[in-house]
């Protein structure tokens, strides 16, 4: 108890920059590994074959499903526990963890049953073009395997996060990307297994940091995982659908949009240079994930701020760490940005320098969403603070809006006007389209908070 009544004052007593920064730090360091040990399997990959790097990019749409499954059960289990805490319902918290912790295991089960037997028709579903088939099988199949353990290391690293215990979790995830960068040259190359080995090297260490973010949550201050609290309750499951339905729907529009950019990247290319196009997009993919889980992760630095904050009633705090992180995020990824514009045919060599087309490709669309990337901080920081503070509808539309409402239509109708080129400006249109479309709201919630009370 006395762990848990320190941590509820410091979530409401320190000062807002100085808690928040705190917070953001090791979900930073998190959130960038992560995507770092991505970054360098599609090196190490790229070392092999453009049809190699090709197939890994296939499986990203398969990746995003896992994501969507761990941050749906993470998010909507790890908000209510937040402000459970806050509000000094304990028991309730407990119940909450281990429904959230527990349910994201079978669901991936369930999918690891399902997608292994019919692996080479899921790939294709993916949109592989034919040569790229065995390389995203080989890549796709340990994956499936891990996905009960992938899914549910996400939910405990959102859970620790947002209880304000975030360096648990960055041990966790950093950990076990340590493992997978270094297993990934030994399995590649040193035992000769190919694209093979990346997906093993991955699979390992995802079931690593699992076992090591579970023994995060045995800490003092965390609310710890017992099965005897397993006790899943339709109101558990609306309160998890409640906070996490946002997560749910942006990561399966996530997936959806993945699945369309491969067919896109394929069907506009130019003749007989499929996997070079399919590359190239997966490469862009990548690194701008990398970009972005910077700020991701400064952004959730903010959550359990606004979570303890909301649940005890302090609204102002809550204000104040959302203007915070938005103009501190904003910075951040000016400066990304504009390295990115620059550096673009650089950064896309450094993955496949041997093919000429796939650099071409992948520099254009890279610039292209640098242009408008220092947009996108508004809408994540605004649908992280709805989402906290469970206004579920707002919190959903602004989730689907940059890779649903509007990245779906800019891939299919951009590229029809403007061929590749228009595949290649399609995610910068959409993130426009979402900026325009969060202000309103962005407005809307700060006037809602300037005048609260307390």
């Keep these: 108890m006395a762990d848990l009544d320190t941590k509820y004052n410091e979530m409401t007593q320190t000062p807002i920059p100085r808690l928040v920064l705190r917070l953001a730090v090791p979900s930073m360091i998190s959130m960038v590994v992560t995507a770092l040990y991505n970054v360098v399997d599609a090196a190490f990959v790229g070392r092999l074959s453009t049809e190699a790097t090709a197939g890994i990019g296939i499986a990203f749409a398969y990746m ?86 992938m899914m549910s290391a996400l939910t405990l690293n959102n859970q620790l996060r947002l209880q304000g215990n975030a360096r648990f979790g960055m041990v966790g995830i950093v950990s076990g990307a340590i493992l997978n960068i270094a297993l990934d040259p030994l399995l590649i190359f040193g035992l000769g297994m190919g694209v093979t080995g990346a997906s093993l090297a991955t699979a390992l260490s995802q079931l690593f940091a699992w076992a090591l973010l579970l ?19 339709l109101a558990c499951y609306r309160e998890i659908i409640a906070g996490g339905l946002p997560s749910l729907l942006r990561q399966a529009f996530n997936c959806t949009s993945a699945i369309m950019l491969n067919y896109a990247a394929a069907r506009y290319a130019p003749a007989g240079q499929e996997a070079s196009s399919v590359a190239a997009f997966a490469i862009v993919s990548r690194t701008t994930m990398f970009a972005y889980s910077l700020i991701l992760g400064c952004a959730q630095g903010f959550q359990p701020v606004c979570g303890y904050n909301y649940g005890a009633r302090l609204y102002r705090r809550v204000l104040q760490s959302y203007r915070f992180t ?73 989730s689907i809006a940059r890779q649903g409402l509007f990245f779906i239509p800019a891939i299919l109708l951009l590229p029809r006007w403007l061929g590749l080129q228009g595949v290649e400006m399609a995610q910068a249109a959409a993130d426009l389209c979402t900026f325009i479309l969060t202000l309103p709201f962005a407005i809307q919630v700060n006037r809602r908070l300037t005048s609260a009370k307390t």
């Design 215 to 233: 023994k995060g949550t045995t800490r003092g201050e965390a609310v710890h995982i017992k099965l005897t609290n397993f006790k899943p309750t």
């Design 64 to 149: 995003t499903f896992i994501q969507a499954v761990g941050f749906f059960f993470g998010h909507g289990s790890g908000n209510y526990i937040s402000r459970a805490l806050g509000a000094r319902r304990r028991d309730e918290a407990g119940q909450m963890a281990a429904v959230g912790f527990f349910s994201p295991l079978i669901v991936g089960a369930i999918a690891a049953l399902i997608g292994l037997p019919l692996l080479p028709r899921l790939v294709v579903l993916l949109g592989a073009p034919a040569p790229v088939v065995p390389h995203a099988c080989n890549y796709l199949r340990f994956i499936l395997m891990a996905s009960p353990f």
């Design 326 to 398: 938005y103009l501190l995020t904003t910075a951040m990824l000016a400066l990304l940005s504009a390295l990115g514009y620059i550096l673009a045919p650089q950064i896309v060599a450094l993955f496949r320098r041997e093919d000429a087309l796939l650099i071409a490709i992948g520099a254009a669309a890279l610039r292209w969403q640098c242009i408008i990337f220092p947009l996108c901080t508004l809408s994540t920081t605004t649908g992280m603070l709805f989402q906290n503070i469970r206004l579920t509808l707002p919190a959903t539309i602004l």
